[in-house]
Structure formats: C-alpha cells, structure tokens
Nanobody
C-alpha cells in the first residue's frame, strides 16, 4: 500500500507561480517514475493527462508545460515536487500525484489549481 499526499495547490492569477509537492508513505524505487497528472474541470470520465514525471536518468514533460513546469525529486525522502511558473488559465485542473511501485499505479487524492485572469 502506497499513500501519496499532495500539497501546494491554490488559486493564483495568470502569470503566477505555485509549487506542488507529494510525499510517498513508502520507498519508491529510483528507477520507477513519480510525477503528476491533471484533470481539467468538466472533463469526462477519468481523463487524467500526464503532466510531468521523473526517475533516475529520465524526465518527461507534456509539450504544453515544457519551459514553465519544473519537476524535481528527493529520492531519499520519496518526495516529488513541481514548480509551476507563468500559469495559464488552461492549467486550471486537479493535479494528482502518481507513482509506480511493484508494477502498480498509485494515486494521490488530488490538489486543486485554479488560475484566473
């Protein structure tokens, strides 16, 4: 069982910044990805889109956030963080921490990010 606890969401104006953090309750191996997905308001079903993820030797960003989002990971503390700069209205979503352990996907409860003009 892996618990992922997110923090750092909130409401900001366009162009603002936020930092999201996620702490895992157990060790996530460094060669397994930890990262973030998001689900925009009003999206159907469970259409979470991958935002950014990281493991030793590899980092992924979706095209629309590259250059504005920076993901980092403390492998010893099992914490993944994401600095979000130059926020846009289309970044408004619930952001979910994600980790893979023993071949299983684990999810946090989600933290809301709302961007307003």
């Amino acid at each position: 069982q892996v618990q992922l606890v997110e923090s750092g969401g909130g409401s900001v104006q366009t162009g603002g910044s936020l930092t999201l953090s996620c702490s895992a309750s157990t060790n996530i191996q460094s060669n397994n990805f930890m990262g973030w997905y998001r689900q925009a308001p009003g999206s159907q079903g469970t259409q979470r889109e991958p935002v950014a993820s990281i493991r030793v030797g590899s980092t992924y960003y979706r095209n629309s956030v590259e250059g504005r989002f920076t993901i980092s990971r403390d492998y010893a503390q099992n914490v993944v963080s994401m600095q979000i700069d130059n926020l846009k209205s289309e970044d408004t979503a619930t952001y979910y921490c994600h980790a893979i352990k023993a071949g299983v996907d684990w999810w946090g409860q989600g933290t809301q990010v709302t961007v307003s003009s």
